[in-house]
């Protein structure tokens, strides 16, 4: 058996430099999305852990504390902080580019991206508006119809409810006058 040769030999050194310097410009705009995505993801990560850091100081109110531990701490601090800022500016490109990639298309009309199905003509749109208005119309010819027969069905429950009533009433007063 015979080694696999590496993967530079037989080829200039630069050879792998130029064709990722290459692939790296030709970065698309949905890979420049998700690129900023984790730069966001990774943004409120690290302002996470700077608040944890500030939660877990101690204010100095009097008591003493270790001069090393407050170095320590301000130090982290201080290294996140300068993480975020670079990670702002990372964000800040990755924006610029996604921006200067879409600077040149046309922006789509909202109702052309809502898919419907097209009528075959113009004539047939205002016979559509005019059966869309009388199929309207009839709709709230029955929700009239349905609300009139649920008022009626409501006084019906309303006078079934008063005549419980008078009965329990009637009930409980031959009750105490047998007591």
């Known amino acids: ?95 610029d580019k996604c921006n200067e990639n879409c600077a040149g298309l046309d922006p789509v009309p909202i109702e052309q991206l809502i898919p419907y199905v097209e009528e075959d003509g113009f004539k047939h749109d205002d016979r559509g508006a005019a059966s869309q208005l009388r199929f309207a119309s009839e709709e709230r010819r029955e929700i009239m119809e349905v609300n009139k027969k649920l008022k009626q069905k409501n006084q019906q429950l309303k006078q079934i409810m008063d005549q419980l009533r008078n009965l329990i009433w009637d009930i409980n007063a031959m009750l105490a006058m047998r007591n």
Not at 1 to 14: D, E, I, V
Not at 18 to 45: H, K, M, P, W, Y
Not at 50 to 65: A, E, H, K
């Open 1 to 95: 058996m015979s080694t696999p040769p590496l993967a530079g030999a037989g080829m200039p050194p630069g050879a792998f430099s130029g064709t990722q310097a290459q692939a790296a410009r030709e970065v698309n705009t949905a890979s420049l999305c998700r690129i900023g995505q984790e730069t966001v993801q990774d943004i409120v990560f690290r302002t996470m852990e700077i608040f944890q850091l500030l939660r877990n100081m101690q204010l100095p109110n009097g008591v003493t504390y270790h001069t090393a531990t407050y170095q320590d701490r301000l130090a982290k601090l201080q290294e996140h902080l300068r993480q975020l800022s670079i990670l702002f500016r990372k964000l800040r490109l990755v924006y």
